[in-house]
């Protein structure tokens, strides 16, 4: 019986990168801007970093009123994660009265699921870390067939 492995890489997006969450100072497309540049997965996470502010998760309806009495996701910690569970469009909003109106706010498209990777046995390039436009791609964990095929060449098990 042949078993298969899948890794699974999610990646953290700082939202807005350096300048964080909040009011756009010039570009009110600053956030739309931002989502568009980059590409997300599902089990991806955003991270907002923001003082005096707040982050809703809403519905489209909600987000073209910028507004919204019964959010899907609420939070005002200052450094909020929000993991996208699912494909699809994601509709964010700050909380603050008028925040909204003024561009702090963003729809995230997160991609259909993958394709399965390719067998154990192709070739992959080495892992290099990757951290560009405020995100940060964690590597991928060491699995037991790879510490099972490890040990058996260590231990001369496997032809050279």
């Known amino acids: 019986m ?59 309806e909600e987000y073209q009123k910028c507004r919204s009495a019964h959010p899907l996701f609420f939070s005002n910690d200052g450094d909020s994660v929000f993991k996208l569970d699912r494909p699809g469009l994601f509709y964010f909003i700050s909380g603050v009265a008028g925040h909204c109106e003024r561009g702090q706010k963003m729809i995230i498209k997160v991609l259909e699921l993958e394709a399965p990777p390719p067998p154990a046995n192709a070739t992959s390039p080495p892992y290099q870390p990757n951290k560009k436009n405020g995100a940060i791609q964690m590597p991928p964990a060491i699995t037991p067939p790879i510490i099972v095929l490890f040990s058996l060449s260590f231990l001369g098990f496997l032809p050279a």
């Open 2 to 60: 042949a078993q298969q492995f899948h890794f699974v890489i999610s990646t953290e997006f700082l939202v807005g990168g350096e300048d964080g969450w909040t009011i756009p100072k010039k570009d009110n497309q600053m956030y739309i801007d931002w989502a568009s540049k980059n590409r997300f997965k599902v089990d991806d996470t955003v991270q907002f970093k923001y003082n005096k502010d707040s982050v809703l998760v809403v519905t489209e």
